[in-house]
Every structure is written in C-alpha cells, then in structure tokens.
C-alpha cells in the first residue's frame, strides 16, 4: 500500500502527530511536522533535507537531481561529480581557476611583431607572440597569422597558418616545426622528474590541407635531454578538428622551476630519422616527431593551421581557458614587449642630451619582462629638443627587467637640454625581447 495524498490536518498538534517513520533500518524514511500539519524535514539513512539547506552525506545512487541554493555539506561522493564536469561549468559561466592553461597567446590573437602580415622564418625566429620555428633547411614554409583566411573553428576568431614553400624531400638531420618554450615557473607545480609526476593534456583544433597521421612532442628544457612523442590523426582535408592527447608526468630527467625553460611544445611539420622515435613514451634524447607522420614541406602549397592549443594538468580535455585580451597582451609581453608610434608622433621615452651627439632616455616596459631584455628598433624616430633631430640610430646602452635606456645618436643640440622621442611620421617601435 502507497499514500498519494495526505492532509494536513491529519498530522495538526491536536491530533498529536508530530512525526512519522516509514520503513525497516535498511530503508527507513523519518517526516517531521510542525503544528499546522507542514513538513519541515524528512530525512532517510542518507539524506537529510530542510526548508533552506541540504545537509548530511549524499550518495550520487540516491538523488536524481539537487535544486536549491545552500549545500551545507562536505561530503559530496566522489562518484557523483564526472571528471571535468566543475571544470567545464566554470569556464561556460566565465569562471576559472586560475591559470588553468599553461600555453600562452594558445587562440593566436596577438601578433606584435608581423601584426598579421606573412613572414618566412629563419631559424628559432618568433612569429605570432610566444610561438617560434623550427627549421634545419632554409625557407620552406610561410607563417601568418589567419593564413588562407578560412573561417576559424567555433569560439575562435585567429589562427596560427603554415603553407609549404615547396615540395621538400626531408634528410635524416632535418626538422620542421611550430614550438612553444614554457617557463619553468609555469610547469613547477607538476612536479615533473619525482615521484609525484603529474599527468598533462594537450587539446588544440588542427586544419590541414593533408590527411593523415601527424605528430609533435615535449622535450626537457634543461639538463638531459627527455623527449615525449605524440601522434593524432587529421581524417579529413580542410576541415577543423579536435585533438586531444594525455601524456603521464615523467618521473625522469632535470626539469627547472625557475624563469628558464620548463618544456618545449613542437608541432612537427616534417622530421628526418635522426630526430624520430616511436610515440607514445618518455624516451632519453632529442626526438622532435616521428619520420613515419605526415610531412607538411613535402608538399608544395600544403597548410597546416592550429589554434585554440591548449596544456592543463590532469588526464582530461576541459573547454578552452579564455582570457581577456589585456590578460593574455600581459602575458607575452613578459617576453617580448614592442613599444610602438603608429604614425601619430606620440611620446616613447624623456630623456636629456649629455653631449651634443647623444641623446639618452628611458623606456618603461608595460610589464616586468622574465630578464634584461635584447633590444632592436624598426622604423624612424624624431628627437625633440629645442627642435626636432633625426637620429641615425637608437641603441641600447643597459636593461632591466622593468626599463632599459638608450641612445638615440644625433648631431647639434645644446648639451643639458631636456627632450624627448617620439615617432618620425611613420610607423616605428621600440622592440624587447626576453624570450626563452
């Protein structure tokens, strides 16, 4: 027998019903009323529920689904919440923990060097901020920034695009590829080279004009060299896809956990058989790729796009960890920081002439860079003093990891006088580099 409908009254103090217990000690089901005949709590072995709060131990077996706003609890089971669940919920409501992705400028937004304009790369020279390339042969692949102009995969709006200058055939000693230098106080927290190694997952969407198997790797930044290789498949041509690949913490080699190299992240374009091994395991030496995998030079015209690339603790593909846009500029420039004159003769740096041929001023970056930066400069400068001068070059004289200052060599002025740099006219930029 079931009861569907009870009346209140029935349970009124008057009738001195003021509690009910319904089952044996395996099942028992306990209501508790107040005067007018209102359920104020019911409670089973398990589950204890009030008018405001949920409080006891819940087993996920027991409760379809929780509505309400206060848990009191602690002991929600393990059992109950899926891997990745919280983690997802968070960053679909904007939410986050901290920096959960450890790849910097991952959605391709920030390109201070190039600003979107295509560029063939010379050796562990960068292109989009914080990704640099590989490349033992001279001139056989583009980088830029939205290359092609394909539409983006869902949630993107850059892309980082790699087209073959030619159909290369690789050699033994030859590699190819798109990489980022994590710093080590980045990756500490992983405890990677212990006991304790934590496992890691990359995730990235990945275009292609190819098909086929393709491969990457990490590999230590310091000490003796650890290589991890790592295959994924590309199914079909010209169409985003999805990839994701855990790799368990290595409890081998020397990992820093100070501002220099943590670990390097490559995605192979083309690797000979000197550089390959077997993916799959964290193996001693300096493996790039698997020869076996698609080779990206080999084709004249092929494209490789990536974005949305992503590096996080844990054996599980969360969604990408967005930041702002200031947040994610911050970040690359504690690497590389251009201070730029678009044209409008806007103010770089105040200074003083020491002499009648040198003018001296400081430069403040945006942010504190990892170290003393290298310095370069693109562009023509006006000096103002007394009037404006031309400078015939601008060059660095010492750096900090706040501020640098710098020469600007020009020929006339009154020794003493103050002044200040600024753009000629053009387009210019005073450009720091700490990159690993």
Known sequence: MSLTKVSPSLFATSNNI?????????????????????????????VSVANTAITGNIISSQIASVSGSVITANTIANSAIQTGAVENYMSAAGLGFGMRNRIINGQMVLD???????????????????????????????????AGAVTPPVGFSKYLGATSSSAYSIVAGDRFGIYQNIESFNGADLAWGTANAKSITISFQVYSSLTGTFSGNLRTGSGTDYSYVFTYSIPVANTWTTISVTIAGPTVGTWASDNSTFVSVNFSLGVGSTYSTTAGSWTAGNYWGNSSAVSVVGTNGATFYITGVQLEKGSTATS?????????????????????DTGAQNGLGAGVCL????????????VPMRT????????????IVTTGYTPSSVTLSAAGTTSAALVAAISGPVAASGGFIRGGGSACSLNFSAEL
Do not use: H, M
């Open 18 to 46: 003021t509690s009910v217990t319904v089952g044996g000690s395996a099942n028992t089901i306990s209501l508790t009323f107040d005067g007018s005949g209102v359920i104020t709590s019911a409670t089973n072995n398990a």
């Open 112 to 146: 201070q060097r190039n600003a979107g304009a295509s560029v063939t790369p010379t050796n562990l020279s960068y292109n989009l901020d914080r990704w640099a390339c590989l490349l033992t042969q001279s001139s056989k692949f583009t980088v830029q920034q939205n």
């Open 320 to 340: 990408f960890d967005y930041r702002s846009y200031g947040a994610e500029l911050a970040l690359c420039q504690r690497y590389y920081s251009a201070l730029p």
């Open 355 to 366: 002499n009648t041929s040198n003018f001296y001023f400081v430069a403040v970056y945006p």
């Open 372 to 383: 003393a930066p290298s310095f370069t400069s693109t562009g023509t400068f006006q000096v």
